[in-house]
């Protein structure tokens, strides 16, 4: 069964800051991963999307990487902005089934 | 291209009662997921649609809970009766295919039991 974990819970950085989240899963047979965007009361807005065959995606000043053998993600976001300030969820599509974590929850202060 | 609806929003019911939340997915999408999200946790799926079909509803907890995609267009998640624990987010998503593609979510509908 897949299990997905996302450190940190929680983060808080200063305005300009460039920060990393990481999300790691325990069975590599996936076909891709992806992030997510949430806004309190709102549903998930998709960030990026990778491929099993693709090692990173960019949209912006976000930049997501794919390690499938160590079970390893991260989303690198570059000078961040208190418009950033969300929780960030991963998703792990296996056979038929998308798990997520549980999220970090970032805050930007201005 | 029209995201994916639900309603209502935001709903409040009294344990036992039964409730109804419904999706409309993007046009054209034939795959449709329904997922739980109880507060400071990541989404549950609990079943997943293809077409009219039903995928997987492994998690799907069938003593109380119900969902039907009829025509392979709408769908329906029905709860009876509710329970306390059964207060989250229910966030409906579908994608253009079963597999790998990306998927598109609603704004979900935040259901309180009390």
């Known amino acids: 069964k897949q299990e997905v974990t996302q450190i940190p819970a929680a983060l808080s950085v200063p305005e300009g800051e460039n920060l990393v989240l990481n999300c790691s899963f325990t069975d590599s047979a996936i076909y891709n991963l992806q992030w997510f965007r949430q806004d309190p009361g709102k549903g998930l807005t998709s960030l990026l999307l990778i491929q099993s065959s693709q090692r990173e995606q960019t949209s912006g000043r976000l930049n997501a990487s794919l390690d499938k053998s160590s079970g390893r993600s991260t989303l690198y976001i570059a000078a961040s902005q208190p418009g950033d300030s969300a929780t960030y969820l991963c998703?792990?599509?296996?056979?038929?089934?998308?798990?997520f974590g549980a999220g970090t929850r970032l805050t930007v202060k201005p | 291209e029209a995201g994916v609806a639900q309603s209502p929003r935001y709903k409040i019911i009294e344990k036992r009662q039964s409730v109804a939340f419904w999706c409309n997915p993007i046009?054209?999408?034939?795959?449709l997921y329904w997922y739980q999200q109880i507060l400071g946790q990541g989404p549950k799926l609990l079943i997943q649609?293809?077409?009219?079909?039903?995928?997987?509803d492994s998690q799907l907890p069938k003593d109380r809970f119900s969902a039907e995609r009829l025509k392979g267009v709408d769908s329906t998640l029905k709860i009876q009766p509710a329970k306390l624990e059964d207060s989250a987010v229910y966030l409906c998503?579908?994608?253009?295919?079963?597999?790998?593609?990306?998927?598109?979510f609603g704004q979900g509908t935040r259901l309180t039991v009390v």
């Open positions: 998703a792990v599509e296996g056979n038929n089934d998308m798990r």
């Open positions: 046009s054209g999408h034939a795959t």
């Open positions: 998503a579908s994608s253009s295919g079963p597999t790998n593609t990306e998927a598109f």
């Open positions: 649609f293809q077409n009219n079909g039903v995928v997987d």
